[in-house]
């Protein structure tokens, strides 16, 4: 079966510093249009930062969309400075938010974080052999982040008790306990 629609016409509703969103109007594969509400996003990062200790390092934030402080895996968006280069924007992020740098950095999966309107697209790595960073970048103005430090076991139960709602960090967490198994070594992808 054909699935592919075409898109016949686009109408910009709004251009921001993070997302822009079109009204796409689209030919289905019957011959019937439709209209298609899409959010254009920046490719993405985030890491599985794990100390030497065995914990993950967490972030406490607020989230807008949702109203609510989530915990969530170190992440942010490629910029200017490493559009082409993912691992490069993840090196920069776990600076960033963390103020840690990763002796071992691999990545683990990539994915699309909401296929039904976004076209983010997510690349998630592992970050081991954690040291403090002798310079710290700045932090993005606008975010008020509290670090955490879980061991798995604590990150499970963060997640069962619904503390965790973030999808790339559920992904990170069932990553890391298939780690722990011995089920994947570290670096070893999931793609």
């Known amino acids: 079966m054909d699935f592919e629609e ?67 895996i170190p992440a942010g968006k490629l910029d200017d400075r490493d559009r082409d280069n993912p691992e490069a924007a993840a090196i920069r992020e ?12 691999a990545q683990v999966s990539q994915f699309y974080t909401s296929v039904g309107f976004s076209d983010e697209f997510m690349t998630l790595y592992l970050a081991t052999k954690l040291t403090p960073v002798t310079t710290a970048l700045p932090q993005d103005a606008d975010e008020n982040i509290t670090l955490h430090e879980y061991t798995l076991s604590e990150a499970k139960q963060l997640l069962t008790d619904g503390k965790i709602v973030d999808q790339k960090t559920v992904t990170a967490i069932y990553y890391w306990q298939l780690l722990d198994a011995g089920l994947v070594t570290p670096g070893q992808s999931l793609i």
């Not at 298609?36 to 934030?61: N, P, S």
């Not at 776990?94 to 950095?105: C, F, Q, V, W």
């Open 94 to 105: 776990l600076n960033e938010e963390t103020r840690y740098a990763a002796g071992a950095i």
């Open 6 to 72: 075409t898109v016949i016409g686009v109408s910009p509703k709004y251009h921001g510093a993070i997302i822009d969103v079109e009204n796409q109007t689209v030919q289905l594969p019957n011959g019937e249009t439709a209209h298609r509400d899409v959010v254009h996003h920046a490719a993405a990062v985030a890491m599985l930062a794990l100390t030497e200790t065995g914990k993950g390092l967490f972030e406490e934030q607020w989230r807008a969309p949702i109203e609510q402080v989530t915990i969530e």
